[in-house]
């Protein structure tokens, strides 16, 4: 399940109008790109006019464009099938987005990074729609989303497993959650990393997820204040192994609206080799007074 971006309210995959408000969900979700080119030359029977190459179809290549936020999903160029997912919602009081990169070495790694994704910002755009502040809010709907994907789980295989990160723009401030190495970074005068990988150093092995094998989950949750212009970046590792650096991201996005941001971060980590599948959502703000863009941390863990 998703939500409405217009109200919040849950809706499932397929639905043309949302029942509460009727807002037209086919508006959401835009046609493609070339995912080889960037052309929008692309031909009634798939083929790129422009470099010729065959489209993705279904969750290969996937762009949500919404008031104020988008993002793409694409399944690089290695892999068989994408098993990032990424759900994003807009409403007036707050925008959210949440991407989720399913365990490549776990059962239906798809099935899960999708299951996160659509509970996560089901709950969250929920919570926020009944008053709860970004962070209670943000903690909900990871154990929304961790249960989501522990009941996957099935009798003699590997429990299905997923990293998750989510953003909650209200106003000025920057609320972020995760689980695993999915990031989240502000890209601005002073761009920075905002979460730290449940990772061991220097690798890739995980030391936190979302599955019925993961233990007790616990969420990082913390409220960054921004001063001034700037965007927040989610994204799956395919991006961040290719660029890391939030200066890298900030150079190649910020000045942008942000589907075009979304799809050149993704064109260019598919240029760099698309080693893994590769999910990005941006969502930009301008509140504040022009002038320098801080990122002021808090005084105290709020993990």
Same mark, same amino acid.
């Given at each position: 399940?998703?939500?409405?971006?217009?109200?919040?309210?849950?809706?499932?995959?397929?639905?043309?109008?949302?029942?509460?408000c009727g807002h037209d969900l086919s508006a959401a979700v835009t046609a +493609?790109?070339? =995912? &080889?080119?960037?052309? *929008?030359?692309?031909? /009634? %029977? @798939?083929?790129?006019?422009?470099?010729?190459?065959? !489209?993705?179809?279904?969750?290969?290549?996937?762009?949500?464009?919404?008031?104020?936020?988008?993002?793409?999903?694409?399944?690089?160029?290695?892999?068989?099938?994408?098993?990032?997912?990424?759900?994003?919602?807009?409403?007036?009081?707050?925008?959210?987005?949440?991407?989720?990169?399913?365990?490549?070495?776990?059962?239906?790694?798809?099935?899960?990074?999708?299951?996160? +994704?659509?509970? =996560? &910002?089901?709950?969250? *755009?929920?919570?926020? /729609? %009944? @008053?709860?502040?970004?962070?209670?809010?943000?903690? !909900?709907?990871?154990?929304?989303?961790?249960?989501?994907?522990?009941?996957?789980?099935?009798?003699?295989?590997?429990?299905?497993?997923?990293?998750?990160?989510?953003?909650?723009?209200?106003?000025?401030?920057?609320?972020?959650?995760?689980?695993?190495?999915?990031?989240?970074?502000?890209?601005?005068?002073?761009?920075?990393?905002?979460?730290?990988?449940?990772?061991?150093?220097?690798?890739?092995?995980?030391?936190?997820?979302?599955?019925?094998? /993961?233990?007790?989950?616990?969420?990082h949750v913390r409220t960054f204040t921004t001063d001034g212009p700037g965007?927040?970046?989610?994204?799956?590792?395919?991006?961040?192994?290719?660029?890391?650096?939030?200066?890298?991201?900030?150079?190649?996005?910020?000045?942008?609206?942000?589907?075009?941001?979304?799809?050149?971060?993704?064109?260019?980590?598919?240029?760099?080799?698309?080693?893994?599948?590769?999910?990005?959502?941006?969502?930009?703000?301008?509140?504040?007074?022009?002038?320098?863009?801080?990122?002021?941390?808090?005084?105290?863990?709020?993990?």
């Open positions: 399940m998703s939500a409405c971006p217009a109200c919040g309210t849950g809706v499932l995959a397929g639905e043309s109008f949302c029942e509460r +493609a790109a070339c =995912a &080889a080119c960037g052309s *929008a030359a692309v031909g /009634a %029977d @798939g083929y790129c006019e422009n470099c010729g190459m065959l !489209q993705p179809s279904g969750r290969d290549h996937v762009e949500t464009d919404l008031p104020g936020l988008a993002g793409v999903s694409d399944r690089g160029r290695r892999h068989s099938r994408n098993e990032d997912a990424m759900a994003l919602a807009a409403a007036p009081a707050a925008l959210l987005a949440v991407v989720c990169d399913g365990v490549s070495t776990s059962a239906r790694p798809d099935e899960a990074s999708q299951a996160a +994704a659509d509970t =996560a &910002a089901g709950v969250l *755009a929920k919570r926020l /729609a %009944d @008053g709860d502040d970004p962070q209670a809010a943000t903690r !909900q709907a990871v154990r929304a989303a961790a249960a989501a994907v522990a009941d996957a789980a099935r009798p003699g295989e590997d429990a299905p497993a997923c990293t998750y990160v989510s953003a909650v723009v209200t106003g000025r401030k920057v609320t972020v959650g995760w689980v695993g190495d999915s990031r989240a970074y502000w890209l601005g005068t002073h761009s920075a990393l905002l979460t730290v990988d449940d990772a061991t150093p220097g690798t890739h092995m995980l030391t936190a997820w979302l599955g019925a094998d /993961a233990g007790e989950v616990v969420p965007a927040v970046v989610l994204c799956s590792d395919g991006l961040w192994n290719y660029y890391p650096e939030p200066e890298s991201i900030a150079a190649n996005a910020l000045g942008q609206a942000p589907l075009a941001a979304a799809r050149h971060l993704v064109r260019l980590a598919n240029e760099a080799g698309g080693h893994d599948n590769i999910t990005v959502a941006v969502i930009p703000f301008g509140q504040g007074e022009p002038g320098e863009t801080t990122v002021a941390f808090p005084k105290e863990r709020s993990d």
